[in-house]
C-alpha cells in the first residue's frame, strides 16, 4: 500500500480503501462528513437523525464497492446516496406516523362525560355543602369561598377582606374543621 496524506487525490484513496487501508476511509470522512451531514439534517431537519445518517452513508461507501470515481465526483455520489437514504428514512417516518395514527384512531375512547346519576349526586351533594357553609361563621364561609369558588390564594383573600393573614389562616382552619363535622354527620 502507498503512502496517504490529507491531499491524496479522492481516486487514490478510494483505491487505497479497496485495498483495506482504513485510514483513507478517515480522510474521506473528513473532507465529506460535513457535506453528508449538512444534506442529511437539511433533509431531516433532526439532528440525530442526521448523524446516524452521516454514519450509515460512509459505513456503507466502505462496505459496498459501487463508486467509479472515472464515472462521477465522489462528493455528488455521496450526495446522491444521502438523498436516496434520507427519503427512505422519511417514508419509514411517514409510515410510522401512519401507521399510529391508524392505532390511536381504532381505539375507543374512554368516554369522561358524567352518568345521569353522577349529575344527581354531584347536584346533591353540592345542596349539602352550601346548606353546611351556611351554618359557618360569615367570617369563615367567606374566607372558604374565596378560597374553594373563586381560587384565591389566603394572601389575596387576606388583601381583599382586609384582614391579617394569620386571621385569615385561622378562619379557614375553623371553617374546615367544622365543615367537615357537618358533612360527615350529613353525607356519612
Known amino acids: 500500500m502507498s503512502q496517504i496524506s490529507a491531499d491524496t487525490t479522492d481516486a487514490n484513496l478510494i483505491v487505497s480503501l479497496r485495498q483495506g487501508n482504513q485510514t483513507a476511509l478517515s480522510i474521506l470522512y473528513d473532507r465529506y462528513g460535513g457535506l453528508v451531514y449538512t444534506l442529511a439534517l437539511n433533509l431531516l431537519d433532526r439532528r440525530d437523525e442526521a448523524e446516524d445518517l452521516t454514519q450509515d452513508v460512509f459505513l456503507s461507501f466502505w462496505k459496498q464497492d459501487k463508486f467509479d470515481p472515472n464515472r462521477a465526483k465522489l462528493s455528488s455520489y455521496l450526495c446522491l446516496l444521502t438523498r436516496s437514504r434520507a427519503i427512505d428514512r422519511l417514508r419509514s417516518r411517514q409510515s410510522q406516523q401512519?401507521?399510529?395514527?391508524?392505532?390511536?384512531?381504532?381505539?375507543?375512547?374512554?368516554?369522561?362525560?358524567?352518568?345521569?346519576?353522577?349529575?344527581?349526586?354531584?347536584?346533591?351533594?353540592?345542596?349539602?355543602?352550601?346548606?353546611?357553609?351556611?351554618?359557618?361563621?360569615?367570617?369563615?364561609?367567606?374566607?372558604?369561598?374565596?378560597?374553594?369558588?373563586?381560587?384565591?390564594?389566603?394572601?389575596?383573600?387576606?388583601?381583599?377582606?382586609?384582614?391579617?393573614?394569620?386571621?385569615?389562616?385561622?378562619?379557614?382552619?375553623?371553617?374546615?374543621?367544622?365543615?367537615?363535622?357537618?358533612?360527615?354527620?350529613?353525607?356519612?
Open 98 to 188: 401512519k401507521s399510529l395514527q391508524r392505532l390511536q384512531q381504532s381505539i375507543i375512547p374512554e368516554t369522561d362525560l358524567p352518568t345521569p346519576l353522577d349529575s344527581l349526586t354531584l347536584a346533591e351533594e353540592q345542596i349539602i355543602v352550601r346548606q353546611s357553609l351556611s351554618t359557618l361563621s360569615d367570617q369563615q364561609r367567606q374566607v372558604l369561598e374565596l378560597s374553594y369558588y373563586q381560587n384565591l390564594s389566603q394572601s389575596a383573600i387576606a388583601a381583599q377582606i382586609n384582614l391579617p393573614l394569620g386571621t385569615v389562616k385561622t378562619h379557614m382552619r375553623q371553617g374546615l374543621i367544622k365543615l367537615r363535622q357537618l358533612l360527615q354527620s350529613q353525607i356519612g
